[in-house]
């Protein structure tokens, strides 16, 4: 049990809405990434918050947003919807410091979402 | 472009065999390479890991071979068992300040009782 968790399990949005999924990390981990895994791809890297501020980002629009809280959980939101934004999202916890690296990430189940 | 390259896409393997998956990268600037097994419905989970400055690293049944010359490195199953059925991972990063994980496509793995 890796202990990161994400809500909602599955989301279902239409064209040009927008929606916000969440992520609560393991105990004592203070940064939190986030990838997108299409159907049948490996997971491509969003971004990744560390004590909350954005600490890397990927090759993603910036219609592809997020925040990290004080007690680390962590929010993923997308504007403007596009039907190739289906797909499951993940969010990996770790510990790590200013300057140093994280090894280690524990990922939650994800959050399977579907635009039409 | 993709970083890592991962073959096969899919693997049937009868139940006691070997399984091998393979992965090659570019950037030599990559230090860090964990393998993750994903199970339907769930998200990755790190299976093992290696640093380029040690060809092998085994623990348990599962064994990484990395070859930084070729720029390769490889997942061996040994005594594959039904349990071990799932989709295989293989990622690499860099020495920067934030883990950016560049992930292979995954190769989905069915050992046949």
């Known amino acids: 049990e890796t202990g990161v968790t994400q809500s909602p399990t599955h989301l279902i949005k239409t064209r040009g809405q927008q929606v916000t999924l969440r992520c609560s990390s393991q105990?004592?981990?203070?940064?939190v990434s986030w990838y997108q895994q299409a159907l049948g791809q490996g997971p491509q890297f969003i971004f990744q918050y560390y004590r909350e501020e954005e600490n890397g980002r990927g090759n993603f629009p910036p219609r592809f947003s997020g925040l990290q809280f004080p007690n680390y959980s962590s929010e993923l939101n997308v504007n403007a919807l596009e039907l190739d934004d289906s797909a499951l999202y993940l969010c990996?916890?770790?510990?790590?410091?200013?300057?140093?690296?994280?090894?280690?990430?524990?990922f939650g189940p994800g959050t399977r979402l579907l635009v039409l | 472009q993709q970083q890592v390259k991962q073959s096969p896409q899919s693997l049937i393997v009868q139940k006691g065999g070997i399984s091998i998956i393979n992965c090659a990268y570019e950037n030599t600037a990559f230090d860090y390479f964990p393998w993750y097994q994903q199970f339907p419905g769930k998200g990755p989970a790190l299976l093992i890991a290696i640093r380029p400055d040690v060809s092998e690293k085994k623990e348990g049944r599962f064994t990484i071979s990395f070859n930084k010359s070729a720029k390769q490195f490889s997942l061996h199953i040994m005594d594959s068992q039904p349990g071990d059925s799932a989709t295989y991972f293989c990622?690499?990063?860099?020495?920067?300040?934030?883990?950016?994980?560049?992930f292979g496509s995954g190769t989905k793995l069915n050992v046949k009782p």
């Open positions: 990996a916890s770790s510990l790590g410091s200013s300057g140093g690296r994280q090894e280690t990430q524990y």
């Open positions: 105990s004592g981990h203070n940064t």
């Open positions: 990622a690499a990063s860099k020495g920067n300040n934030f883990n950016k994980f560049y």
